[in-house]
């Protein structure tokens, strides 16, 4: 796999160096989604999420990333909406001082919203843009610990709504 990524890195033109300055990274925070509770008995517009995430730095502050975000579900009555995305995109950071990086993240998200209960099983897809900021600090030489704010939207039957995920995690550099 990392000669297909180094490959495919070369092909583009970049330094396949690049390929053994990666990280990866998780984090978890909570999820919020933009629905509307009016009229409703038993409303939770809100849930605990998650986020792994890749990337290859391009030089000192850009980054090409892919990742996945699971941004749990929202429940209205005696059913719920699940919310999941993979992410592709860019990671822009610039230093405040010697110990912290603003990061800022601009990319596409394919949303997958999948229904339960009386809101239909059925899942649908979309496409829709992603954009994040946060801050991140290092440990020591390869570990650093981040924290951010991504904004996206979902559709489900029609309807849409915004969503953000506040998170806190770790990030480990090759």
């Given at each position: 796999?990392?000669?297909?990524?180094?490959?495919?890195?070369?092909?583009?033109?970049?330094?396949?160096?690049?390929?053994?300055?990666?990280?990866?990274?998780?984090?978890?925070?909570?999820?919020?989604?933009?629905?509307?509770?009016?009229?409703?008995?038993?409303?939770?517009?809100?849930?605990?999420?998650?986020?792994?995430?890749?990337?290859?730095?391009?030089?000192?502050?850009?980054?090409?990333?892919?990742?996945?975000?699971?941004?749990?579900?929202?429940?209205?009555?005696?059913?719920?909406?699940?919310?999941?995305?993979?992410?592709?995109?860019?990671?822009?950071?610039?230093?405040?001082?010697?110990?912290?990086?603003?990061v800022g993240r601009l990319g596409v998200a394919a949303m997958t919203t999948e229904?339960?209960?009386?809101?239909?099983?059925?899942?649908?897809?979309?496409?829709?843009?992603?954009?994040?900021?946060?801050?991140?600090?290092?440990?020591?030489?390869?570990?650093?610990?981040?924290?951010?704010?991504?904004?996206?939207?979902?559709?489900?039957?029609?309807?849409?709504?915004?969503?953000?995920?506040?998170?806190?995690?770790?990030?480990?550099?090759?």
């Open positions: 796999m990392k000669k297909l990524v180094v490959s495919l890195l070369a092909g583009l033109g970049l330094n396949a160096a690049f390929a053994a300055d990666g990280y990866i990274g998780a984090s978890i925070g909570s999820s919020h989604f933009n629905v509307d509770c009016a009229g409703t008995f038993q409303c939770s517009d809100s849930d605990v999420g998650l986020k792994l995430y890749g990337g290859l730095p391009i030089n000192q502050n850009v980054a090409l990333e892919v990742g996945y975000t699971d941004f749990g579900q929202f429940e209205i009555d005696h059913g719920a909406v699940s919310v999941s995305a993979l992410t592709v995109g860019v990671a822009l950071r610039a230093p405040i001082n010697h110990h912290i990086n603003v229904g339960s209960g009386w809101l239909a099983h059925r899942s649908e897809n979309h496409t829709q843009f992603l954009a994040g900021i946060g801050l991140e600090s290092p440990l020591n030489k390869n570990w650093k610990v981040q924290g951010g704010l991504d904004l996206t939207s979902f559709d489900y039957l029609g309807d849409s709504g915004s969503l953000y995920m506040l998170h806190v995690g770790v990030q480990y550099g090759f």
